[in-house]
């Protein structure tokens, strides 16, 4: 798939605009703070209804103005979508195909896009967060219904924190209401839980090979996942709702104490290794790099293989931090099949191949324009 035509109106630092783009590497070239990450935003918005890099809606919004709002084409095998997104102070509406959705998750998953940003390099050896907002992201793209359940358990979540500090301060004292919230934010912890347990399974098959060619064939790359439950082979994922209900009966009076739900999908964490070794203990720079590299392209291929068409990839200040070598194998794992969006600052830093072949725009404080 990719995105024939772009439209922003109030969007960040853009008043307005409109664009053609054609299935092939387009690379965005400007100076810093000029608006570029804010159009890869606006892309990655449109298709997920969410940002990338806020949770508040109203910063999409152009100061001065009410609401905001992004319309794209999107070719596909059988034919163009359209999608539209406004965003305004009463929150959001979604159209697609000029209809409107009722509910978000029926809007998302109809354009997909993979985002590569430099926080992503930060993966192997940043905090967690990162490290779950990576899952999720990833699963989000092939799972809208995943999108559904992260979000129901986060807001169960908060009811629940918010209660154990009520126990906490012996505001309350009831603990049947705690019981009616733990088990409702267990129904979803299992879902989620089996379903990054599922996925990571998946994406590995794919990381793998790529790994093994971007380090030339010496090194086997491997992702486990940490839930903050043990429910560590298959045989027991039948048993899962028995070991989240044993862990929260054994740590109530700790989160009561503490005033926090102390496990659940909010804690879990991945790990990396290469030929059995940690990386984040012990990988150099380049291997998170490469690490990082091969899962983003892994999940090009896993999109693929699940939905039969290509993602659109964007990145956003990346490529010119990877090296020659890495720059090639990215080309080639997308050349002539993946519309990319890169961003930059200056045309130096990325493989002439690439800027050859593309169409560049230049983005000058809130215009982009074709050159
Ligand atoms: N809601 C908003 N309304 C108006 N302008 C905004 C809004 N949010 C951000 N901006 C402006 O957008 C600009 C930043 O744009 P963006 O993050 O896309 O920069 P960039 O070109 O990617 O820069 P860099 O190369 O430094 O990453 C800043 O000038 C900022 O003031």
Redesign the pocket.
């Known amino acids: 798939m990719f995105l024939e035509q772009l439209t922003l109106k109030n ?3 853009y008043e307005q605009g409109c664009w053609q783009f054609q299935n092939k590497v387009n690379v965005i070239l ?12 606006s892309i990655y918005v449109l298709s997920m209804a969410k940002s990338h890099r806020t949770t508040n809606d109203k ?6 103005k009410d609401y ?1 709002k992004i319309e794209g084409k999107v070719g596909k095998k059988n034919g163009p979508i359209f999608l539209q997104l406004t965003v305004s102070k009463k929150g959001k509406k979604a159209k697609l195909n000029y209809i409107e959705q009722a509910k978000l998750s029926s809007y998302v998953g109809h354009m997909n896009v993979v985002m590569f940003a430099p926080e992503d390099l930060n993966l192997v050896k940043g905090s967690p967060q990162i490290r779950r907002r990576f899952i999720d992201m990833e699963i989000g793209q092939v799972s809208p219904v995943y999108m559904h359940e992260l979000g129901q358990y986060q807001k169960v979540l908060q009811q629940r924190n918010q209660y154990l500090k009520l126990l906490q301060s012996k505001k309350q004292t009831d603990e049947k209401f705690l019981d009616v919230l733990t088990e409702q934010l267990v129904e979803l912890a299992v879902k989620i839980t089996l379903k990054r347990y599922e996925f990571i399974e998946l994406l590995q098959t794919w990381a793998k090979p790529i790994h093994a060619e971007i380090s030339r064939g010496h090194e086997q790359l491997a992702i486990h996942y940490c839930p903050s439950v043990d429910v560590l082979d298959k045989q027991q994922w039948s048993r899962i709702v028995e070991v989240y209900n044993d862990k929260f009966t054994q740590i109530k009076t700790k989160e009561i104490e503490r005033g926090t739900t102390l496990i659940g999908p909010h804690r879990d964490d991945l790990s990396f290794t290469i030929n059995g070794k940690d990386v984040q203990t012990f990988g150099s720079q380049g291997q998170q790099r490469t690490t990082a590299l091969s899962l983003k392209l892994a999940e090009i291929d896993l999109i693929f293989s699940e939905i039969g068409e290509y993602p659109i990839l964007l990145l ?2 990346v490529l010119s931090e990877l090296d020659d070598f890495r720059q090639t194998h990215l080309l080639n794992a997308i050349q002539g099949k993946v519309q990319t969006f890169v ?1 930059t ?1 200056s045309i130096d830093g990325i493989e002439h191949r690439v800027v050859r072949d593309a169409d560049v725009y230049e ?1 000058v ?2 215009q982009m324009m074709r050159r």
Request: glycine letters at 10%.
């Open positions: 969007y960040r630092n400007g100076e810093n703070a000029q608006g570029k990450t804010n159009i890869m935003e910063d999409l919004i152009r100061w001065d905001a956003d200040d961003t600052t983005v404080s809130g």
